[in-house]
């Protein structure tokens, strides 16, 4: 007891620097793309194949944006750094540049020469054009700040989403109905907020506030065991503030090591903790010690309360006294498991919901994609140029080809018509896959026999029906049979094909959704060239966000590497006007920020959880000790006696019973005000009785009654 009583300050002042240095960071990240004295809105640009010069249609946007006075910013993956970001903004010169990052952030400029290529970034960059630097607390985020005019120079891509700056909500509507107006849709977009920066908070103070309740309860606990002590400085006049300096002595000193060990480590870890960052910790640090200080006062008050010094000092009522007490921190106990419990469960969906796209994506975060092209370069049309990329890539790089965009329009309300169409035989749909993909999803194939198919043996593109669809073959056929010619341009020795497979759900390999069920599904091969990105007709190699069809596997895990590869075969089939490294992006890097989430969130049920049940642990033995205690002569002549350990703890056994019962009340009152109450309840309630009853027993078990009859001897169990 002893020891945790002096290790909790300790774990409390580290956790609570790691979370508030975590905390900083996240709030400093959230300022690289929100800008001081401005409300952000966006919009989102899509690539029109009809306009003959998109980047003309881009330029007449921003002319729109600073007739309202707006401020645009355009955020692309940088590629030349892990984790980059090139950040475009919309402003006449680098002075103005200047002026709106300075507001936000201190910067350290450099004696570079200024032009309109400079650049302000968050991290030294190799490049000479580079004017300042904005020092990242953690030098983990890699953001460059350019003139808009740059995205051209640069090649970058002009398609996607942009921030809206303004100051006048009045400006931004007359931008939003005026570009709405120019390109004939509505470019509004939702801005999404992350929620990491709120669950780091929450975070911090679920952690503080429990941390000192698991604290003060032992801390009562440790000065029970110096009763003695506590007496004697009654006896000798101390009030309760000077007993507290005496009973905090040492550990302050060991508080205080601790605070120096955590500002020099601190300041050896953290690449750029700045003077605010490093006083915040000391203050944060400094009310730590005052709490444990605090709290020594108020367990040596508990104990001095109505109780004679004469009393503290024989230990005579005060086991009473303090099982009291101990009863109360178990029911705040119970009652924080069952509402921790209850809004965990209740909030799953959304948890999960959080994390879905990434769950369902692990299998996908060794490839990459395409994502995107360079706007408005004529190569967009060279489709002998990107086929034959794509077939570099696939004879070089581990690919699987997943396209399932017919598949993703469906919603439950559709089935039954999709279903109705297929039994009639007026419509199908389906999705594209390759070999790769069906020897990573080891599907089994057969023929109209019944017999085994190898994959390797399929030489042309077939499609494949679960059993169930068996009867769909022939009118699918009649269905798909002017699209026989098209498949013959490639392939003279086409001719329809279809195999079956076990019924089975069948992982699509995108972000959105992760599995179908029974789909039919056409197996193409790399004879199928790109033909306006339809993938009904051909295959999409490149360009159509994160499901583009083809995957590609990074090379040993490496990014960097991967590029490398890819940049010789870009050139070889010049195409480097239309794709750049830019245009690729790892499903790692894209989920990057639900990776973070999904340990944040881990962490933080993980730890709650288990320090929860540590503290319930230690209370219900501290309890059973505090009980034989303050009944040693009963337990020990009913131990002589021979009853059995039922009965000589029975009354233990109904009070804590009645202890449980008040606490799920005011568990459940409590709920009904939140409106949280589900059938949930009832299975935590219920599982909580059956723990309670198994960790009374175990804890009988463990105490070694045998030593209770030094009491009759004239010992003290104490």
């Known amino acids: ?41 966006t919009i989102s640009i899509h690539y029109d194949e009809n306009t003959e010069n998109f980047k003309e249609t881009i330029q007449n946007i921003f002319s729109i944006a600073k007739k309202n006075n707006i401020i645009l910013a ?34 350290d400029y450099f004696n570079n ?57 009045q400006d931004y509507s007359n931008f939003i109905n005026s570009v709405n107006e120019f390109v004939g849709y509505d470019v509004h977009s939702v801005l999404l907020y992350s929620t990491i920066q709120r669950d780091i908070f929450i975070l911090i103070v679920g952690s503080f506030i429990f941390l000192f309740l698991f604290y003060f309860i ?23 503030f000077k007993m507290g300096i005496v009973m905090t002595r040492k550990s302050v000193k060991a508080n205080l090591l601790a605070m120096f060990a955590i500002l020099i480590l601190s300041l050896c870890i953290v690449k750029n903790l700045m003077i605010r960052h490093f006083v915040l910790i000391i203050i944060v640090n400094l009310v730590i010690i005052l ?18 010094s004469v009393n503290i000092l024989k230990k005579e009522n005060v086991a009473f006294k303090i099982s009291k007490i101990s009863y109360c921190f178990k029911s705040i106990m119970i009652i924080m498991v069952i509402i921790f419990s209850m809004l965990v469960f209740k909030n799953v969906d959304d948890l999960s919901g959080k994390l879905k796209n990434y769950k369902n994506s692990k299998n996908l975060l060794d490839y990459g994609v395409f994502d995107s092209f360079i706007a408005g370069q004529s190569e967009l049309y060279y489709y002998d140029n990107q086929n034959q990329l794509y077939l570099d890539i696939v004879n070089n790089f581990e690919t699987i080809y997943a396209q399932f965009y017919d598949y993703s329009q469906i919603t439950s309300s559709d089935w039954d018509s999709i279903n109705q169409a297929e039994k009639s035989g007026t419509n199908f749909i389906y999705d594209s896959v390759d070999k790769n ?43 798909n049979e002017e699209l026989d010619d098209y498949y013959r341009k490639y392939n003279k020795n086409y001719k329809f094909t279809a195999y079956l497979y076990d019924d089975r759900k069948v992982d699509t390999y995108s972000v959105d959704y992760k599995y179908v069920e029974n789909p039919i599904l056409r197996v193409v091969d790399n004879v199928l060239p790109a033909q306006n990105f339809l993938d009904g007709i051909s295959m999409d190699f490149f360009g159509t966000g994160m499901s583009t069809g083809l995957k590609i596997k990074l090379v040993d895990n490496d990014k960097k590497e991967t590029l490398n590869l890819l940049q010789k075969y870009i050139e070889k089939n010049e195409l ?23 340990k944040l969130i881990l962490l933080f049920i993980g730890t709650g959880i288990s320090i929860t049940i540590i503290v319930y642990i230690l209370i219900s033995s501290q309890l059973l000790k505090l009980f034989i205690s303050n009944q040693k002569q009963r337990v020990a002549v009913k131990k002589l006696l021979g009853f059995d350990n039922n009965l000589i703890f029975n009354q233990l056994f109904q009070k804590n019973l009645k202890n449980m019962l008040i606490s799920i009340i005011i568990a459940l009152l409590i709920l009904i ?14 599982g909580l009785l059956i723990l309670d009853f198994f960790m009374i027993l175990l804890n009988i078990q463990m105490t070694k009654l045998s030593t209770i009859y030094l009491v009759l001897k004239g010992g003290n169990y104490d």
Not at 294 to 307: D, F, G, V
């Open 437 to 479: 993909y069906l020897r990573k999803e080891k599907f089994i194939l057969y023929d109209m026999n019944g017999k085994k198919v190898e994959i390797d043996s399929i030489e042309s593109i077939c499609f494949l029906f679960p059993m169930s669809k068996r009867d769909y073959i022939k009118p699918f056929e009649k269905f």
């Open 291 to 308: 709490i444990t200080y605090l709290i020594n006062c108020l367990s040596c008050k508990i104990i001095n309360k109505s109780h004679k």
């Open 1 to 41: 007891m002893k020891k945790i009583t002096k290790i909790i300050p300790i774990i409390s002042m580290i956790v609570m620097s790691i979370l508030i240095l975590i905390y900083l960071d996240f709030n400093e990240s959230k300022r690289y793309l929100k800008f001081k004295n401005y409300n952000v809105e």
């Open 74 to 107: 355009k955020s692309n993956v940088d590629h030349k750094v892990k984790n980059g970001n090139s950040v475009y903004i919309l402003l006449d010169d680098l002075e103005q540049l200047k002026k709106l990052l300075g507001d936000n952030f201190k910067i």
């Open 576 to 598: 480097t006007n239309l794709l750049d490294q830019s245009n690729f992006i790892s499903y790692r890097e894209y989920f990057n920020d639900e990776i973070l989430a999904s």
């Open 673 to 686: 005000l939140l409106k949280q109450l589900n059938i949930f309840f009832i299975f935590i309630v219920f």
């Open 218 to 240: 032992f801390q009562v606990y440790e000065c029970y065991n110096n009763s003695n002590k506590i007496g004697s400085m009654n006896l000798l006049g101390f009030d309760t």
């Open 113 to 169: 020469e200024m032009t309109s290529k400079g650049f302000i970034s968050t991290y030294k960059n190799s490049e000479e054009n580079q004017i300042g630097l904005i020092k990242d607390l953690f030098g983990d985020h890699f953001y460059s700040y350019y003139l808009m005019d740059q995205i051209f120079e640069n090649k970058d891509s002009l398609v996607g989403t942009y921030h809206v700056f303004y100051k006048d909500f």
